[in-house]
């Protein structure tokens, strides 16, 4: 049986997924760690949710882990992971870490952005990015955010240093950057094939390349704009460094497959699988949909072309995630099949009410939409909401 579990993370994600490999035992993955403790909501992912489940699972200490991975640098990704790396490089025989990981994959800042231009020392170079998390020069940002993005940049750092402490960088079996790349093979990683659909090339390139130039320009205020532009930019398409920088897997056990989409832009997401030559009948059994739900991320085209079983929603609200307009258009484009949609959290209110394209009533709340979703169209579809008592919401796969 294959099992993904969408763990409570908040408005970030933590993925656990279970298979068995070749001997017959099970083997576990963790994807992603979600966010920094929430004060409002008393609740720290890694400590509160993460760790307990894990000792649910199996009493074992340190609990092997086959593939650990961050998405990418969003803190909501990250913080917790950062957390448990840090524990395991304190960790003694008499005092275990909770985990063990046999590999790891994680895309470093630096290894993103390529080596600083000539000329520009490392102390501008830390300056610049250290602006980013300058209210002063953010000013349409909330302080929250922006905070959450200079701290983004210094855990991943950290994350990578905790991995060459314990001999986990590399992103072995790879032994490099993990990008998308017409004709690379499959993975497997002990019993699951692993194709690598993002970041794409391109994408790589384009974003070095604004990078450097955004280092490049003269004076301190044109340098900290641009680079501000790269990791917050206004548009209404999701073009940010780090979401654009997403890891996204195609994993395969025997018959079953899943989409492992972290915050990529959807648009990517088909791109990248139309230039690896994947069937172009793109059929899932379960769809992590990309950055909580945004509507930003999953395109008309994206939420069209790909037909899956499952689709999982990891979300609480924050930045009003999952997007309304996101749930309808899959009850619309996919409803009328027997599909699942997988929410981590329930409780759910917008900060606007919205006005359902299908009958014209406006709502503010999850649970009234998707009554009123099934009252306007009807169809196979259900959903599975993850229950107060529970750490997850499990999709098993026989």
Same mark, same amino acid.
């Given at each position: 049986?294959?099992?993904?579990?969408?763990?409570?993370?908040?408005?970030?994600?933590?993925?656990?997924?279970?298979?068995?490999?070749?001997?017959?035992?099970?083997?576990?993955?963790? $994807?992603?760690?979600?966010?920094?403790? !929430?004060?409002?909501?008393?609740?720290?992912?890694? /400590? @509160?949710?993460?760790?307990?489940?894990?000792?649910?699972?199996?009493?074992?200490? =340190?609990? =092997?882990? &086959?593939?650990?991975?961050?998405?990418?640098?969003?803190?909501?990704? $990250?913080?917790?992971?950062?957390?448990?790396?840090?524990?395991? %490089?304190? &960790?003694?025989?008499?005092?275990?870490?909770?985990? /063990?990981?046999?590999? #790891?994959?994680?895309?470093?800042?630096?290894?993103?952005?390529?080596?600083? =231009?000539?000329?520009?020392?490392?102390?501008?170079?830390?300056?610049?990015?250290?602006?980013?998390?300058?209210?002063?020069?953010?000013? !349409?940002? @909330?302080?929250?955010?922006?905070?959450?993005?200079?701290?983004?940049?210094?855990?991943?750092?950290?994350?990578?240093?905790?991995?060459?402490?314990?001999?986990?960088?590399?992103?072995?079996?790879?032994?490099?950057?993990?990008?998308? /790349?017409?004709?690379? +093979?499959? $993975?497997?990683?002990?019993?699951?094939?692993?194709?690598?659909?993002?970041?794409?090339?391109?994408?790589?390139?384009?974003?070095? *390349?604004?990078?450097?130039?955004?280092?490049?320009? =003269?004076?301190?205020?044109?340098?900290?704009?641009?680079?501000?532009?790269? #990791?917050?930019?206004?548009?209404? *398409?999701?073009?940010?460094?780090?979401?654009?920088?997403?890891?996204?897997?195609?994993?395969?056990? &025997?018959?079953?497959?899943?989409?492992? %989409?972290? @915050?990529?832009?959807?648009?990517?997401?088909?791109?990248?699988? /139309?230039?690896?030559?994947?069937?172009?009948?793109?059929?899932?059994?379960?769809?992590?949909? +990309?950055?909580?739900?945004? $509507?930003?991320?999953?395109?008309?085209?994206?939420?069209?072309?790909?037909?899956?079983?499952?689709?999982?929603?990891?979300?609480?609200?924050?930045?009003? !995630?999952?997007?309304?307009?996101?749930?309808?258009?899959?009850?619309?484009?996919?409803?009328?099949?027997?599909?699942?949609?997988?929410?981590?959290?329930?409780?759910?209110?917008?900060?606007?009410?919205?006005?359902?394209?299908? !009958?014209?009533?406006?709502?503010?709340?999850?649970? @009234?939409?998707? &009554?009123?979703?099934?009252?306007?169209?009807?169809?196979?579809?259900?959903?599975?909401?993850?229950?107060? %008592?529970?750490?997850?919401?499990?999709?098993?796969?026989?």
């Amino acid at each position: 049986m294959l099992i993904l579990e969408a763990l409570n993370a908040l408005a970030g994600d933590c993925l656990l997924l279970r298979y068995p490999g070749p001997d017959g035992n099970e083997r576990l993955w963790l $994807i992603d760690g979600g966010p920094k403790t !929430n004060n409002k909501k008393g609740i720290t992912v890694w /400590k @509160d949710v993460l760790l307990p489940r894990l000792r649910q699972l199996s009493p074992k200490v =340190p609990l =092997p882990i &086959a593939l650990g991975m961050v998405s990418h640098i969003d803190d909501d990704h $990250i913080n917790g992971i950062q957390k448990i790396t840090q524990a395991l %490089t304190a &960790a003694t025989p008499a005092k275990p870490a909770a985990v /063990k990981f046999q590999r #790891f994959w994680f895309n470093a800042f630096d290894q993103l952005v390529g080596p600083k =231009p000539q000329g520009l020392s490392a102390e501008t170079e830390a300056a610049s990015v250290q602006s980013l998390v300058s209210t002063q020069n953010l000013p !349409n940002v @909330d302080d929250e955010l922006a905070q959450a993005v200079m701290e983004s940049v210094s855990q991943g750092n950290a994350l990578a240093a905790d991995l060459r402490t314990l001999k986990l960088d590399g992103n072995v079996p790879i032994r490099g950057l993990i990008q998308a /790349k017409p004709g690379q +093979p499959a $993975i497997d990683i002990e019993g699951a094939k692993v194709t690598i659909l993002g970041p794409r090339r391109d994408r790589l390139e384009k974003l070095r *390349q604004d990078w450097q130039a955004a280092l490049k320009h =003269p004076d301190k205020a044109s340098r900290q704009a641009a680079l501000q532009e790269l #990791f917050l930019p206004a548009s209404q *398409q999701d073009k940010s460094v780090p979401n654009l920088s997403s890891i996204v897997l195609l994993v395969r056990v &025997a018959k079953r497959s899943l989409l492992l %989409t972290g @915050d990529a832009h959807g648009d990517d997401i088909v791109a990248a699988w /139309k230039e690896l030559g994947l069937p172009r009948q793109a059929k899932l059994d379960v769809l992590k949909m +990309p950055h909580h739900g945004s $509507i930003r991320n999953g395109t008309q085209q994206f939420l069209g072309f790909f037909q899956a079983n499952h689709y999982v929603i990891s979300a609480d609200g924050l930045h009003d !995630n999952p997007d309304p307009p996101m749930v309808e258009a899959l009850v619309k484009m996919h409803g009328q099949r027997a599909i699942v949609l997988h929410f981590t959290n329930e409780d759910i209110t917008w900060s606007k009410a919205y006005k359902i394209e299908k !009958n014209g009533k406006k709502v503010k709340k999850l649970r @009234d939409l998707l &009554a009123e979703l099934k009252s306007a169209y009807g169809g196979s579809w259900t959903t599975n909401m993850r229950k107060s %008592t529970e750490h997850s919401v499990i999709i098993n796969l026989p």
